[in-house]
């Protein structure tokens, strides 16, 4: 961006002896040689310029040219750019007017097309903002870059304090093929630090008992000097997928979950965890008072605990939000996990292997007791045995068991609860009907839905609603066509591939929170040691 300056400035051409190729070493009376790297061309080096006046104090000649009575003064950054080379105008003016030549001058001629097009050539616009002021960008650069040298002598930046950048393998979870190996070359393992090859061959011990796993169970069964050893150890081993059923976990290289169903074990569950003293404290106005605060988040120090990858149902640590179906010991969540009643394929998009009604009961119920454990209190089985008793396969053909109706007996926590469970089941519906084509299929899951929610508003009262008795009555007459030799567990609504997260707020259920919460789930996130340490968000 320049400023523009009246000047009264005189311009002078100052011409130097012609450069003919040839070299000798300075100072010395040797016979010149010829150049070969020599070029013919006119040299604008300013450093060679002055070095030939220099060399030739008495054999220079200056010429007046004209008067400068303008200049432009390049300070500052543009705050604007536009690019003229994908326009025709743009374009055609280079190349007849650029070069001064009388034939190409000749051969300018102006389109005379008056026909719309959907990419008319206008030109850039006369002003692009309102802000006559130019921005003072006033731009450093860090001064922790340094310049070195390359191998070939080239220049290049480099910050020795920037964060070491670790590789993690990621495969999309509808990919057909998984990895057997790094797809990238990385460095030999040979060439690695001693405590970096120590650590991979622990971390192939631990998968080979246990193919794929959590980054929190794997910080509870491996002693490491340093997380970075952790993170640069994760491309040797294995893989992660980037959603599905087995988020955030690392997989052992050749093993492909989708392919046996004795992997649903290993299925990940999700929940956002909110403690009351991270909610009152952000509600704390001497909090910002700090300067030390400002833009820092307060870490958690790392558990002793080797066990806080379970899920008893009684007590909970707060150091990740992500559990594997194996690792929940509590006798009420087994009892629905430990069940023979699976899907012929594994539904990739949210349920794997297990039926929508089981995983849906799964989360719900382990979502209401990490509610109940943050809050203090202890989960009483016996509060939930309705959702146990829920169906573990959630159909049009069973719908009217899963709508709570008329009874009166039910609390609302629990009819809240199997609403979420019923709804959960269900989210992926529509997609599914849109994979098959089968058209107005969902017409009774609608009906069902409003009865569901007007059957809850009246489950205490002794009015009975026959609108809604006779929308249940429909259910079972909608059309079933169009699903073919389709296999039925495939039919079935399946979970949304939006991988929402089980959200447990405490001290309010309404009042929507962002995730802030420093754990040790995420595969390449913040492993925090230290209490009041600072880390990076978690992308979980």
């Not at 030390?292 to 640590?317: A, S, Y």
Request: charged share 35%.
């Amino acid at each position: 961006m320049s400023n523009f300056v009246k000047t009264q400035n005189l311009l002078l051409r100052v011409s130097v002896p012609k450069r003919t190729g040839r070299k000798r070493k300075r100072g010395s009376d040797g016979p010149w040689v010829e150049d070969p790297a020599a070029v013919e061309a006119p040299h604008t080096d300013p450093q060679v310029l002055l070095r030939s006046l220099r060399d030739n104090p008495d054999n220079y000649s200056i010429q007046p040219i004209g008067l400068a009575h303008e200049n432009h003064r390049f300070r500052q950054l543009p705050d604007f750019q536009y690019a003229t080379s994908t326009l025709p105008l743009a374009n055609m003016l280079r190349e007849t007017f650029l070069p001064f030549q009388y034939p190409k001058l000749k051969a300018f001629k102006l389109s005379d097309d008056r026909r719309n097009s959907a990419d008319p050539d206008v030109g850039p616009s006369a002003q692009f903002s309102m802000v006559e002021v130019p921005y003072n960008y006033s731009y450093r650069q860090n001064p922790a870059v340094k310049v070195l040298q390359d191998e070939h002598g080239r220049q290049v930046m480099y910050n020795p304090t920037a964060s070491r950048k670790f590789i993690m393998h990621s495969v999309e979870i509808d990919a057909e093929n998984i990895l057997h190996g790094s797809p990238v070359p990385l460095p030999p393992e040979e060439s690695l630090e001693p405590h970096i090859r120590t650590t991979i061959a622990n971390m192939r011990k631990l998968l080979d008992d246990r193919p794929i796993m959590t980054k929190r169970y794997l910080m509870n069964h491996i002693e490491a000097p340093t997380d970075d050893s952790i993170r640069s150890s994760y491309a040797y081993v294995g893989y992660s997928f980037k959603s599905g059923p087995w988020r955030d976990t690392l997989i052992r290289f050749g093993v492909d979950p989708r392919k046996d169903p004795k992997y649903r074990h290993y299925q990940t569950l999700m929940f956002k965890i909110v403690l009351p003293s991270e909610k009152d404290s952000s509600d704390d106005p001497n909090k910002w008072m700090d300067a030390r605060n400002v833009w820092r988040r307060e870490g958690k120090p790392r558990e002793k605990n080797k066990n806080t990858h379970l899920f008893d149902g009684k007590t909970l640590t707060p150091d990740g939000k992500v559990w594997q179906a194996c690792d929940i010991t509590d006798p009420q969540l087994r009892t629905i996990l430990d069940t023979d009643k699976l899907r012929s394929d594994c539904n990739t998009k949210s349920d794997g292997w297990y039926l929508n009604g089981t995983w849906a009961k799964v989360k719900v119920l382990m979502r209401e007791k990490i509610g109940i454990i943050t809050k203090g209190g202890t989960p009483k089985d016996d509060d939930y045995r309705r959702v146990v008793e829920f169906p573990d396969l959630i159909t049009l053909d069973n719908l009217e068991e899963t709508s709570i109706g008329r009874d009166s007996t039910i609390s609302e926590k629990e009819a809240k609860m199997l609403s979420d469970i019923r709804n959960l089941a269900k989210q992926n519906f529509r997609l599914w009907r849109k994979d098959l084509g089968v058209e107005n299929v969902d017409v009774g899951m609608a009906d069902a839905n409003a009865t569901d929610r007007q059957s809850q508003s009246t489950a205490n009262s002794p009015t009975r609603n026959r609108d809604a008795d006779d929308r249940l009555g429909r259910l079972d007459k909608e059309p079933q066509e169009a699903k073919g030799n389709v296999d039925r567990e495939d039919e079935d609504m399946e979970e949304d591939i939006e991988e929402r997260e089980s959200t447990v707020v405490v001290g309010s259920e309404d009042e929507d929170y962002d995730d802030d919460e420093d754990g040790v789930d995420d595969l390449m996130g913040p492993m925090d040691e230290d209490e009041g340490s600072e880390g990076q968000d978690d992308d979980d």
